[in-house]
């Protein structure tokens, strides 16, 4: 076989092939509409996280564990020793366990194909569900001002459309001196190849990685507004990666874990 055509088959595989198979799955997410998106978002982030809350699951007890201590800002709760949480995209809900037993949860989530899933999780945790409100976090209308002792969200920011107006939805529903407990990956530093491939891969494709932002800076905007919160505690990290191979988690290894406080 000439050298030309080797190289042209080298070519299509690595380059030609992988360009097709986005556009097939764009125009198919285009011509069934947004259903059949969110069906795909529940069975692959419920796939995923499997793996990923496996490894992970030590580091975010540790995160969560501070919530245990934290006091209700509603004096009957806080005598029972429970809270109001508030969870913004809760998923399949892997989070439950890290919660305090018995406390009272409300979830926003905006993918009605989770909802099965969050259920079949419920059944196996001590946490158990008030309100499950089908919205999108930048717009929790059904949730009262101040009514919150603790909100959380993981893995969530990157694809909320407006990351601003979503955290002012959190400080409103937070009581005075609740707790914002966030878990999300971060744009890598400038000048490193990932801060390219993160930057060149959310201009060309969020759409098919579901509207995630690799790009966001999140720990810098949770920070940035000091009419937010009164405190913020947070510190970046890179996520431990297996090594069995290339992994799409590598794409978000850098991530930011913090608390909040109105």
């Given amino acids: 076989m000439a050298t030309s055509d080797v190289m042209f088959q080298g070519v299509f595989y690595y380059c030609l092939v992988p360009i097709l198979i986005q556009f097939f799955i764009f125009t198919l997410l285009n011509k069934y509409g947004t259903s059949m998106k969110e069906r795909l978002i529940s069975v692959f982030w419920n796939h995923a996280m499997i793996k990923y809350h496996a490894a992970l699951r030590d580091m975010k007890k540790v995160h969560f564990n501070s919530m245990k201590y934290h006091k209700s800002a509603d004096l009957y709760l806080r005598n029972k020793g429970l809270l109001r949480i508030l969870e913004i995209g809760a998923g399949s809900g892997a989070n439950f366990e890290f919660f305090p037993p018995n406390s009272k949860l409300i979830v926003v989530e905006p993918n009605a194909f989770f909802e099965p899933l969050f259920y079949e999780r419920q059944k196996k945790s001590l946490t158990k569900v008030d309100k499950f409100l089908l919205t999108c976090a930048e717009d929790m209308k059904e949730v009262e001002d101040n009514s919150m002792d603790v909100v959380v969200s993981t893995l969530v920011l990157c694809s ?103």
Wanted: charged share 25%.
């Fill in 160 to 262: 909320v459309r407006d990351l601003k107006q979503t955290l002012k939805e959190v400080h409103r529903v937070l009581a005075k001196g609740g707790k914002f407990y966030y878990w999300e990956h971060v744009h890598d530093a400038p000048g490193t190849w990932l801060h390219f491939v993160q930057n060149l891969l959310t201009y060309t494709v969020s759409d098919l990685i579901f509207g995630c932002h690799l790009n966001r800076n999140i720990d810098d905007v949770v920070a940035e507004d000091v009419n937010l919160f009164s405190h913020v505690d947070q510190k970046r990290f890179d996520i431990p990666l297996s090594k069995d191979g290339w992994s799409a988690w590598k794409l978000v290894r850098v991530h930011v874990m913090g608390v909040a406080t109105k």
